[in-house]
């Protein structure tokens, strides 16, 4: 039975989306995973959203041997005359999955690192303008890096855990920044700790705080990877650090992220739990729709409701006062076009 806290953010959620202005579908009516986005701003002010790459399975499903196909294309998300619409702006390098993003601190440019393509993990370092021209942003990263957790904070991009090759049985375990002020500076890399050692953690930032937890860490087993799902949250600061081994309500990856700060809460939206972790992929019933919003002061978590859908490895981005996923997945292999936009609490804004 649902607590009443439960059926008021139920509730909550449903209104919020009713509520929230449509944004259209991708313009790829399967959908696409692990894209890149940002909200960038426009010389007349004017909000727009910038997306590129992802993947996704357009002849068969996985189970049935279909082949992953990744995406390079550049899209645009602009509001003219009070209709928004996509236009194809430009293409990356190569069709890319998995990087870390954020916008340029002029809001200008989408900065992308590391990722996924076709041909193995990527290091480098590149920044799509409004044009859709994508030039070198900054050195490579000393090594590969796919699959990470990422923010933005303070001028920085941080990019946590990841993995070097698409086969690796352990995650990377150092926490990697760059400065987006100054990107001729080299990347600043931690040493090893254990705590970095994941794929696809949720991470965020506010208050001076960096948080990241969940995602999955890596083991071999029958000579593959094997995922452990984690609850964990650690923390650090200038005058702190710490590790709350339930920090979560139940172990989450691949939440859409990165998470967006709302004055002093974080905010997280759905993700993959773990729990039909294993089992084959056409039987599996979706993926994780709760949207949960974390205090930074007091690193409680609260369970506001359910997306109107199941949805990992997207982008989560703030337009105005909404959240916003790109796109994503669903299911194992199965993707959405849908961008789903719904308006924060105002008690959170």
């Known amino acids: 039975m649902l607590r009443l806290t439960q059926l008021l953010g139920l509730f909550a959620a449903t209104l919020a989306c009713a509520q929230a202005e449509p944004l259209p ?6 959908g696409r995973a692990g894209m890149m986005a940002a909200v960038l701003r426009e ?12 993947t996704n399975f357009p ?19 602009a509001r003219k005359d009070g209709v928004w619409s996509w236009h194809k702006i430009g293409d990356l390098p190569e069709g890319l999955v998995g990087a870390a993003f954020c916008p340029t601190p002029k809001r200008d440019g989408l900065v992308f690192a590391g990722g996924a393509s076709a041909e193995g993990h990527r290091a480098d ?51 990697t920044s760059l400065d987006l002020d100054d ?19 949720l991470v965020g930032s506010g208050l001076g705080k960096l ?21 964990n949250l650690a923390f650090q600061s200038s005058l702190d650090a710490g590790n709350r081994f339930h920090g979560l309500p139940h172990a989450l990856a691949g939440a859409a992220g990165p998470s967006v700060l709302s004055q002093t809460h974080l905010f997280f939206v759905g993700g ?41 490895v997207a982008p989560l981005l703030r337009l105005g006062d909404d959240l916003v996923t790109v796109s994503g997945e669903v299911r194992p292999g199965i993707r959405t076009p849908k961008l789903t936009r719904w308006p924060i609490p105002a008690k959170y804004r």
């Open 125 to 175: 370092v590149w920044v799509v303008g409004l044009d859709g021209k994508v030039t070198r942003f900054a050195e490579s990263m000393a090594r590969p890096r796919a699959y990470a957790g990422f923010t933005s904070a303070n001028g920085h991009l941080i990019v946590i855990g990841g993995i070097a090759r698409p086969d690796d049985t352990a995650a990377i375990a150092t926490l």
């Open 25 to 30: 579908d991708l313009p790829d009516p399967l």
């Open 272 to 312: 993959d739990d773990g729990t039909q972790y294993g089992q084959p992929y056409e039987t599996h019933t979706g993926l994780a729709r709760r949207i949960l919003v974390m205090d930074l002061e007091t690193f409680e978590v609260t369970d506001l409701g359910e997306w109107p859908h199941p949805v990992a």
């Open 43 to 54: 010389a007349d002010g004017s909000e727009v959203i910038v997306a590129a790459g992802g």
């Open 59 to 77: 002849d068969k499903m996985p189970w049935q041997g279909g082949q992953r196909k990744y995406h390079k294309d550049i899209l645009k998300l």
């Open 183 to 201: 990107p001729d500076k080299p990347w600043r890399t931690t040493d090893a700790d254990p705590s970095y050692g994941r794929i696809i953690p």
């Open 211 to 231: 948080v990241w937890g969940g995602g999955c860490s890596l083991s071999e087993k029958d000579g593959k990877p094997f995922r452990s799902y984690h609850e």
